[in-house]
Nanobody, 121 residues
Framework: QVQLVESGGGSVQAGGSLRLSCAAY??????MGWYRQAPGKQRELVAY???????DYVDSVKGRFTISRDNVKNTLYLQMNSLKFEDTAVYYC?????????????????WGKGTLVTVSS
């Protein structure tokens, strides 16, 4: 059974930073990612990392967010800098695989409970 436990959310002023963590229990996955869902919006993939170090980000966070992974601890991180009001959302950890056709991220249906990030302008 896969269990994902996020932490690190909170309230911060615009321009500030937060670091999210996600501890994964139960399995080792080839790829992991962070999604977010803002009020009234669909859940979107923010960033992912695949074994070997390949990463990718949604355009709105490129240059500000950094995803990383500690394979020994089986923990995923998201360093968020220069936060903006529009980054306000519940952030969810996810596990997956590398898409064999596109080389991108293929999400599996395992989710944490999420951690709330609130950015005030």
């Amino acid at each position: 059974q896969v269990q994902l436990v996020e932490s690190g959310g909170g309230s911060v002023q615009a321009g500030g930073s937060l670091r999210l963590s996600c501890a994964a229990y139960g399995s080792i996955w080839n790829a992991m990612g962070w999604y977010r869902q803002a009020p009234g919006k669909q859940r979107e993939l923010v960033a992912y990392i695949i074994s070997g170090g390949k990463t990718d980000y949604v355009d709105s966070v490129k240059g500000r967010f950094t995803i990383s992974r500690d394979n020994v601890k089986n923990t995923l991180y998201l360093q968020m800098n220069s936060l903006k009001f529009e980054d306000t959302a519940v952030y969810y950890c996810n596990v997956g695989e590398e898409d064999p056709f596109s080389g991108g991220y293929y999400s599996m249906d395992y989710w944490g409970k999420g951690t709330l990030v609130t950015v005030s302008s």
